[in-house]
């Protein structure tokens, strides 16, 4: 099977989600701010039918539901390798808890560079899986998040993590 995808009625909206022979390739909000092209996706599939994405759908459901605090399926996301190694320590983060910019910079060994990791932060494909919504400002305040401010509240709200008021950008 190739890349393919379909829409996922979640709790936080309906998901647009590509997966591939690898694994699930990528997870989108409605109005996502780095869409994936649609000539990406591959063919529309049944929700139901895919086996990694009806998986996506019964561990979204779990994790919404607060039985669920790790996703459990094979990933694909594509990116360089940069962004993998961000997208790799956000997998790191746990369930609860929130990290920095910073504080990821450093792990990478140089906190210069934060905002290089807060790009590889925004163009993580895989939204909920890969918990980018754990990554918070210097501050706490909640930044950015391709799918919106009120659902990164939401996720760390249902998390139990502690959540600062968000930026205000005037």
């Known amino acids: 099977m190739t890349r393919r995808h379909a829409t ?3 709790g936080l909206g309906d998901l ?3 997966a591939d022979d690898g694994g699930l390739a990528g997870v989108y909000f409605p109005g996502h701010w780095h869409p994936p092209a649609p000539d990406s996706l591959g063919a529309a599939v ?3 039918a895919d086996p990694v ?3 996506l759908g019964v561990e979204l459901d779990e994790y919404l539901a607060e039985r669920r605090i790790r996703f459990d399926l094979p990933l694909a996301p594509t990116g360089d390798d940069f962004q993998q190694a961000v997208w790799r ?3 790191d983060i746990p369930y609860g808890e929130t990290t920095t910019y910073g504080e990821l910079a450093l792990r990478l060994g140089d906190r ?3 905002r290089r990791v807060g790009g590889a932060v925004g163009r993580n494909p895989l939204s909920i899986v890969v918990p980018c919504h754990r990554v918070v400002g210097a501050d706490g305040s909640l930044t950015g998040y391709a799918g919106g401010l009120d659902r990164k509240r939401r996720l760390l709200e249902l998390e139990g993590a502690e959540v600062v008021a968000q930026r205000r950008l005037f």
Request: aromatic fraction near 0%; charged fraction near 15%.
């Open 16 to 18: 647009l989600v590509a």
């Open 89 to 91: 320590m956000l997998r």
């Open 53 to 55: 994405i009806s998986r």
């Open 46 to 48: 049944d929700a139901n």
């Open 112 to 114: 210069n560079l934060a």
């Open 8 to 10: 996922l009625p979640t």
